[in-house]
């Protein structure tokens, strides 16, 4: 039986602007199988964004319940939530996000050094991710000599390198070409499906949601 | 990846920036160590004066510490040659000289004046005091039979006095055995100066015999004492204790009043002109830091969705401000070296001082605890400064430090 990544139960999130409270998430509800590609497509403003957060647990919920991996998430306080962020849940942003001191294979370490593994380990795995990525001679370079592509590439390597439940993808081919975004479609459903890792992306692109598994829409804080 | 590798990246992402607030900690660092090893070389000159003039160690009856005396001599040893004999046979002692302390009158036969003498193996005392008791004009003479007693005169007793090498003089003063008058003439070898001009106008030097006659005593006001080493006092005084002696010790600092006075207030100042500049690089290297954390903001944001924890990103900062802190403080001490180097070169002197006739150099010493202490001040500034700045940052809600701009 293929056990749920995600379960989203009458999730609801509420903001203060002011006097005024804005409902961004009404009672979602979600269950995303392990291993799925998801895209969440929505108006700006519609709480997709907002959703994603949450489940990638850099923003809480007032209500509902969150259960990754089988495991309530309601129950972990910052410490906890940082823990299980270093540990299973991986981002790819809009605009990469790339730390510009570091190289690429120092951004790519950093989030397994952060889950603490050994060097020898993190050595071997960030080579064999940058194989994956097809980025193998590019290990010295800082962010700014490569390409847009090739720095997505970086940011999907650093996000799938320590083999992740859950990718969250903000927009991911929002800043590339047709061919570019392409591939690195390809490449993320790829290396998603060798590592079972779950992707929840949030989209305008159809050339990323002709690939997904499965479309959300979201207007006005509810699933559609 | 080495982490303070990264930092001295993230040191170097904005170099103009990270130069000036560098170059502020290391103006910061050396501006103190200049300071303090101006005070430190001004304490290190007035010390050695002191102790020149009263002795590493005074000895001496109790009570002439402590009170007035009403007579001459009235509070003299009369033993000062066995104990000076007893201290001479220290291996620790390099000599030790009686002092006839005294007052009186000093005449040319148309002006007297009121004169402050000391009665003492003059060569020994010129060479004891050294730069601190220069000879203008003439010499010292020692005392010869069948000839006058020799005094050397302050320079404005003599310019009072119309005196110089070769003068006849008449030194006239209370007698310590029956309180009467006595006189005796003596001859002027030679102009000094001790550098204080309120002294110089009443400073006369005889020798031990001549005070003594012209006192009718055979006792002295103090031996000074004199060491190989000034770092031996307190170690000296304790084995010299009074019960070996027979009589009250002082090391020279008891006794250094104007020493201890000027320690006291340059303490303040440059205590207060140190924590000034503390403060103003405290300042600058908060202002830098502050803008380098706003700039990454959403760096900070993105490691931490990647899994930092906040103590993880100050750290992050705190490395950088600490290497800006060694950085700088190795850059300040190269500064250092180079005034210390130059300064002796360019001859500035600073001008006299309250109350003496004299300027002195304008030097600095350098002290392994000062530059442990202000290098330490410096490079702990530059890591409080930027666990300040760093540590609200670091807790900043994460979404909004994604959105960033």
């Known amino acids: 039986m293929n056990m ?146 090739q720095r997505q590439r970086v940011a999907i390597a650093r996000a799938l390198v320590k083999a992740p439940v859950l990718v969250i993808a903000d927009e991911p081919t929002a800043n590339l070409d047709t061919a570019t975004a392409q591939q690195v479609v390809d490449l993320m459903k790829d290396l998603g499906q060798r590592l079972g890792t779950t992707f929840l992306i949030a989209t305008h692109d159809d050339r990323m949601t002709a690939h997904c598994d499965r479309v959300l829409s979201m207007t006005d804080g509810v699933l559609q | ?47 050695d004066s002191a102790a020149r003039e009263y002795g590493h160690i005074t000895i001496a009856q109790k009570a002439f510490f402590e009170q007035e005396e009403e007579t001459p001599m009235q509070f003299g040893m009369a033993d000062d040659k066995v104990i000076t004999a007893q201290l001479r046979s220290l291996p620790e002692v390099k000599e030790v000289l009686p002092r006839v302390s005294f007052s009186g009158l000093i005449s040319n036969g148309d002006k007297s004046v009121i004169f402050l003498g000391t009665g003492a193996d003059t060569a020994l005392e010129t060479k004891m005091r050294g730069p601190f008791l220069r000879i203008l004009d003439g010499k010292v003479r020692a005392p010869q039979k069948n000839a006058l007693p020799y005094v050397l005169l302050g320079v404005d007793l003599a310019r009072s006095l119309g005196a110089k090498p070769g003068a006849n003089l008449t030194l006239l003063t209370t007698t310590a055995s029956t309180g009467g008058i006595n006189a005796i003439d003596v001859e002027v070898s030679g102009i000094v100066t001790s550098g204080w001009s309120e002294l110089d106008k009443r400073l006369v030097y005889t020798d031990l015999d001549a005070a003594q006659k012209l006192l009718m005593t055979d006792r002295v006001s103090t031996l000074s004492v004199y060491l190989g080493d000034i770092e031996r006092v307190s170690e000296t005084i304790q084995a010299l204790s009074p019960d070996n002696v027979g009589k009250t010790l002082r090391p020279w600092w008891e006794q250094a009043f104007y020493y201890n006075s000027v320690k006291n207030l340059y303490n303040r100042i440059f205590g207060l002109l140190g924590f000034i500049i503390a403060t103003l690089v405290l300042f600058s290297v908060i202002n830098t830091l502050a803008m380098a954390v706003v700039e990454r903001t959403r760096e900070i944001g993105t490691l931490r969705a990647l899994g930092a924890h906040p103590e993880e990103i100050v750290a992050q900062f705190v490395r950088e401000g600490f290497l800006i802190g060694v950085v700088g403080v190795l850059a300040g001490n190269l500064l250092l070296w180079l005034v210390i180097a130059i300064l002796p070169s360019l001859g500035l002197e600073m001008p006299p001082p309250p109350g003496r006739s004299e300027g002195y150099p304008l030097l600095v010493s350098a002290s392994v605890n000062l530059f442990i202490i202000t290098n330490l001040i410096i490079i702990i500034l530059c890591t409080v400064a930027a666990w300040a700045v760093s540590r609200n940052a670091a807790r900043k809600n994460i979404v909004e430090a994604l959105g960033h701009v």
């Not at chain 1, 889950?115 to 193998?136: M, N, P, T």
């Open chain 1, 4 to 149: 749920s990544a995600i379960v989203l139960k009458s999730i609801v999130k509420k903001y203060h602007m002011g006097t005024e409270e804005v409902h961004a998430l009404k009672g979602v509800d979600l269950a995303v199988p392990q291993g799925a590609f998801v895209a969440v497509r929505g108006p700006s403003g519609s709480g997709k964004s907002t959703l994603l957060n949450i489940c990638g647990l850099i923003d809480t919920f007032d209500s509902g319940e969150y259960l990754l991996a089988g495991e309530a998430v309601r129950q972990f306080d910052e410490r906890g939530r940082t823990l299980i962020r270093r540990q299973r849940i991986g981002f790819i942003f809009q605009s990469y996000n790339l730390v510009p001191v570091m190289t690429v294979r120092d951004n790519i370490e950093y989030s397994l050094l952060l889950a603490g593994l050994s060097d020898k380990e993190c050595e071997k795995r960030v080579q064999e991710i940058l194989d994956q990525v097809g980025l193998s001679g590019l290990g010295e370079r800082t962010p700014d000599q490569l390409s847009g592509g």
């Open chain 2, 1 to 47: 990846m080495n982490h303070f590798h990264l930092a001295w990246k993230n040191v170097r992402r904005n170099r103009r920036r990270s130069l000036v607030t560098i170059l502020i900690a290391a103006v910061g660092c050396a501006a103190i160590l200049v300071a303090c090893g101006f005070a430190l070389y001004t304490y290190d000159m007035l010390s």
